[in-house]
């Protein structure tokens, strides 16, 4: 058998969390309806001990066969207090261990997700490190004039970027990976205007990105992939014509990240779900020319992890017919933060 713990490399790590809010949730659950009938018993109890001190009760000739045990009413009411509240904490432990052997599964679950990401991304580096060298070969046999060379160089890229995603992906499923490094917060949404213009324009969504100085406290390729994450779950759920904005804004030591749309919003799923691994909302049609893309996957999961793991969060931050609005929290980077106040000054 499986044996879960809740102790972890990091404090931060999402599904460790998630467990504890579980667990902690069933057992404040049980505990609020144990602490209820306990209430409801004591209240009748009380009721009872009144309505024996009736003077109709008091002054009632006792039969011969009646029993009459006569106790203090205050020792009884410190007695069944006692034992009440005593009653009520047995109950919330005994729920925390069995919400505890309740979310195994779910926890070896989890466990089997991060095995088969650890392995797929082992298995995908060498293809792509052997990709990546022969693009790296193609560049140079490339002149510099020839009309195919930005092509080339922009495929460079991307290559690296892959090799990157799958490093990334292969240090979080590990738990190995920390939240390290600076990014440069405008040069990323630079790139991803110009990588995700052309899923927008297939779709006939206009982009529109307004990026900023500043530097936050993840790696570039995380950075990067919080952002095309988020950016092309809110292509694929805008209507045809429609918006997709991105903003950001430095507020105190983070930066805060707002990605809008005008679709149908969040539809068969809670908001805070949608950040979930595999969770999935109600496909909505919104173009009438192109296939529908359902609900939400992975993508958000992986943005909400790196957020938390620097320290930052991702949330919903609106969410209605008219559109949704996603906020990415990141932390300042440390060594930009010393910048920051200079030019403040």
Not at 99 to 106: C, D, L
Not at 118 to 130: F, G, Q, Y
Not at 297 to 311: M, Y
């Amino acid at each position: 058998m499986t044996r879960w713990s809740f102790r972890s490399a990091s404090e931060n790590d999402p599904d460790r969390l998630a467990y504890r809010r579980s667990v902690i949730g069933i057992a404040l659950r049980v505990a609020v309806v144990s602490a209820a009938l306990v209430i409801a018993i004591i209240g009748l109890v009380v009721a009872y001990v009144l309505w024996q001190l009736t003077p109709n009760q008091l002054h009632e000739r006792p039969g011969p066969t009646d029993i009459h045990i006569y106790l203090d009413t205050i020792d009884l009411s410190i007695a069944v207090i006692g034992v009440g509240g005593l009653a009520i904490v047995l109950a919330g432990v005994a729920a925390w261990l069995i919400a505890r052997r309740a979310v195994r599964p779910i926890a070896e679950a989890a466990r089997m997700q991060r095995t088969f990401v650890a392995d797929a991304s082992h298995e995908l580096r060498t293809p792509l490190t052997v990709l990546h060298a022969r693009v790296q070969r193609l560049q140079r046999m490339t002149p510099a004039d020839d009309l195919r060379r930005p092509v080339v160089d922009e495929l460079r890229g991307d290559t690296q970027v892959l090799i990157d995603i799958v490093n990334d992906l292969l240090d979080a499923a590990t738990g190995s990976s920390e939240p390290n490094g600076a990014a440069d917060l405008r040069a990323a949404m630079d790139v991803v205007h110009r990588d995700m213009s052309v899923l927008a324009a297939d779709r006939n969504v206009h982009l529109d990105i307004d990026p900023i100085d500043a530097r936050v406290g993840v790696s570039e390729t995380q950075l990067r992939r919080c952002l095309v994450a988020l950016t092309d779950n809110a292509i694929g759920h805008t209507r045809t014509g429609g918006q997709v904005r991105v903003t950001a804004v430095i507020d105190r030591a983070r930066v805060t990240i707002r990605v809008t749309d005008n679709g149908p919003g969040v539809v068969g799923i809670e908001p805070a779900r949608v950040f979930d691994r595999f969770a999935h909302g109600t496909p909505v049609d919104v173009t009438a020319t192109t296939t529908t893309r359902t609900g939400y996957g992975i993508g958000l999961a992986l943005v909400r992890d790196i957020a938390l793991r620097a320290g930052g969060d991702a949330v919903v931050e609106h969410t209605d017919s008219s559109g949704t609005v996603f906020a990415l929290h990141l932390p300042i980077a440390a060594t930009s933060t010393s910048e920051h106040d200079r030019k403040a000054h």
